[in-house]
């Protein structure tokens, strides 16, 4: 061990953390699409993948190979420089929330003063690289998709930011550890309902998922802001995708769902991250079902309910928040 | 440890170099998209900058409203508006370019003159307290006044802001 000893052990730390969290984010993808294969299929009385592996469980693996394996095609009148950004630029915000993610007492790569805050600014990057992948593809369907996209996000941000206030006004810290530390007696949804479902339906259309995938509709604008990009261009917008929705699960579940607080288990500083993980699955289990439940709305619909219910009924919880903290 | 210094100094470095290149992007491109990401670009190194002066909410916020809210504001503009895809070259050049490049480089030189010659005194303690708590305190009971000022040309500017597009939609259909 003495050529380690110029380096420090925060830092070797630090370094298997990222390493760790980016294969989290791979292997999150991995699961979250056959998840979503196979529930899509069964919702409309289907098997789902079944062939690769004892009920198709390898299936989104063969599919991540097949998908590096692919040429990268750039299209002749695309914005080359920033065509070839765009993706890294949607990828990179995306695992960088993970240092702040509290999986467990123990189990956190940093946790920041400012951890919530932090995310939420990330989440700000992921914008404008939307907009980049629309632009740079020179194509009317991408910009469409992505003029929705943002046009979308900004609406959202208000409600996801003030129900997350709500919670933050009672636990006073910004700090991921401490919201969580906060719920050791009583779990928030219990006293924030209001603010838990404001959050999950905001996110849901944070994450372009149906029924508010707009940016991205199929039949509309082919695939929205990444109709031009393939092979790995692509696939790192989806990862960036998955990683999106583990991300806000994660934070729904720091904010309202207790973190990893649940029954004791053994080595519970650590095994706690079993609890984490079960309610951040459950809530992508409700997200994906509500996608292959419901239809997609018309965008004047998804702008009124952001605008005229959303952000008003957001605003009076917050208002009742602060008056009752304050009595 | 050595090697914590060795980061920290890499670190300033790419966050000038940052600024630097994210600014002569914003000034000298001809593709008004390449312009505002540059502008992008130079943000995230200020916000770098704040960081390495220790204000972790100060960088926050300068991603969250500076790269978040204001360029995503500018794209939106270029996208929406009739804008040229790109720029004459006449029109980069302006008329007076020697008066603006002597006036700044009399600029550098005096602002550069200062520090060289201002007395760094080495700080022994941290001094004053910048947390969350500490601004927003100051914020609500000392600068109460100002804040409140701001939220009423803020509002003012959204009121403003609805009426405009308001006029817009009428016009349209009438």
């Known amino acids: 061990m003495e050529m380690f000893n110029f380096l420090p052990p925060e830092l070797i730390r630090m370094i298997i953390f990222v390493a760790l969290l980016i294969g989290l984010v791979f292997l999150n993808a991995l699961v979250m699409v056959y998840l979503e294969r196979k529930i899509a299929g069964h919702i409309q009385r289907r098997l789902g993948p079944m062939e690769v592996g004892p009920h198709g469980i390898f299936q989104t693996l063969i599919d991540g190979i097949k998908l590096i394996g692919k040429q990268l095609i750039i299209p002749r009148d695309v914005n080359r420089p920033l ?232 605003l009076v919880n917050v208002l009742i928040t602060a008056v009752i903290v304050k009595l | 440890m050595i090697i914590y210094r060795y980061i920290a100094e890499g670190l300033f470095i790419g966050f000038i170099m940052l600024v630097m290149s994210g600014s002569i992007l914003a000034v000298r491109s001809r593709i008004l998209m390449h312009a505002v990401l540059g502008l992008a670009v130079s943000f995230l ?42 720029i004459d070259e006449k029109q980069l050049r302006g008329k007076h370019s020697i008066l603006a490049v002597s006036l700044s480089t009399v600029i550098f030189f005096m602002l550069s003159a200062s520090v060289f010659f201002a007395k760094w005194n080495p700080v022994t303690e941290k001094i004053g307290d910048f947390s969350m708590a500490y601004l927003g305190k100051n914020m609500l009971y000392h600068y109460c006044l100002a804040f409140e000022l701001i939220s009423v040309i803020l509002l003012a500017a959204i009121i403003g802001a609805i009426i405009l597009a308001r006029g817009g939609r009428e016009a349209d259909l009438g």
């Open chain 1, 83 to 314: 065509f070839r950004l765009a993706p890294l630029l949607a990828f990179t915000p995306v695992v960088l929330p993970f240092v702040v993610i509290p999986f467990s007492q123990k189990i956190q790569a940093r946790d920041l003063n400012l951890g919530l805050v932090f995310i939420i600014a990330m989440s700000a990057i992921n914008v404008l690289a939307i907009f980049v992948a629309g632009w740079s593809s020179n194509n009317k369907y991408s910009l469409f998709g992505a003029m929705r996209s943002v046009a979308q996000n900004i609406a959202f941000e208000i409600p996801i930011l003030l129900s997350v206030l709500s919670v933050v006004l009672m636990t006073n810290t910004f700090s991921m550890q401490g919201i969580v530390t906060a719920q050791s007696n009583i779990w928030f949804i219990i006293v924030q309902p209001v603010a838990f479902l404001i959050y999950f339906i905001a996110c849901i259309a944070e994450t372009n998922r149906a029924p508010f995938d707009l940016p991205e509709a199929e039949s509309e604008l082919t695939a929205g802001f990444h109709t031009e990009y393939s092979g790995m261009g692509f696939g790192l917008f989806f990862l960036g995708e998955y990683g999106n929705m583990f991300v806000v699960c994660s934070i729904a579940t720091v904010l309202f769902l207790g973190g990893w607080h649940g029954f004791t288990l053994p080595f519970n500083d650590y095994g706690a991250i079993i609890w984490f993980m079960f309610k951040v699955y459950f809530l992508l289990f409700l997200m994906i079902q509500i996608r292959w439940t419901y239809p997609r709305v018309r965008f004047d619909q998804l702008m009124n309910l952001a605008w005229k219910y959303l952000i008003p009924i957001s």
């Open chain 2, 45 to 86: 190194g200020v916000a770098g900058l704040y960081f390495f002066l220790g204000s972790m909410f100060l960088t926050l916020m300068q991603i969250l409203i500076y790269v978040g809210a204001i360029c995503v504001v500018l794209v939106f503009g270029i996208m929406v508006g009739k804008t040229p895809k790109e």
